[in-house]
């Protein structure tokens, strides 16, 4: 005849093989959050693009919490290094991060660093930008409020220039934002009232030297 305390004894067996699966699992995060902040701050640009391709799957494997707090919150130091790749590289990878950090913070880590970037002088960056952005509409993890506010229009103002980014402003939507640009530009790249203040700033700094 069965035991009475058959049932107490596997109920046991199983507690303690479900703690002993989560003390395995949080030791192996914690030798996987080392390893990856080790090569998220290696000085060489070839270890950070390497690295940057196995950013989605460390995201899945973190979670959405630990991975910004692991990942996030030292990926971004990656813009401030002018190497154009690498920067390329940074937005072509962001797409997979963002599946798995959620809205809240692709709202408030991700998107700010895109738009900054949009203005990168490398035509390269501001075009994986604009890719990544569209990618990102695509898959849904842009609200639609957030989508609007993020239009403007690329635009290459002379043959064998760097393009401009135009955007709306305080009462002045797209297209007014876009003719005024046409048609202060004068033959030149830049739309005169920033042409004029760019040589008049450095006019002044010669004077002051």
């Avoid at 799957?57 to 690498?86: M, Q, R």
Wanted: proline content about 4%; aromatic content about 8%.
């Amino acid at each position: 005849m069965p035991s009475a305390n058959a049932g107490t004894e596997d109920d046991g067996a199983g507690l303690f093989a479900l703690d002993a699966y989560d003390a395995t699992r949080l030791e192996l995060i914690e030798q996987f959050e080392g390893q990856t902040k080790i090569f998220l701050v290696d000085p060489d640009n070839s270890v950070r693009r390497a690295f940057l391709s196995s950013v989605t799957s460390l995201c899945v494997f973190f979670g959405e919490s630990k991975a910004s707090e692991v990942i996030l919150s030292h990926l971004n130091t990656y813009l401030n290094d002018p190497d154009w790749i690498l920067k390329c590289a940074f937005f072509k990878t962001i797409i997979g991060v963002a599946v798995y950090i959620g809205g809240a913070s692709l709202e408030e880590f991700i998107l700010p660093l895109m738009l900054q970037a949009l203005s990168d002088p490398q035509e390269s960056v501001v075009e994986q930008v604009l890719r990544s952005l569209a990618n990102m509409a695509e898959l849904g993890l842009l609200q639609r409020a957030k989508t609007w506010e993020l239009i403007g229009e690329v635009l290459r103002s002379k043959d064998r220039v760097l393009p401009l980014f135009v955007s709306p402003g305080h009462r002045c939507d797209q297209a007014t934002a876009t003719r005024l640009t046409l048609a202060c530009l004068r033959g030149y790249k830049l739309p005169e009232p920033t042409r004029l203040a760019d040589h008049w700033a450095e006019a002044f700094k010669v004077e002051v030297r």
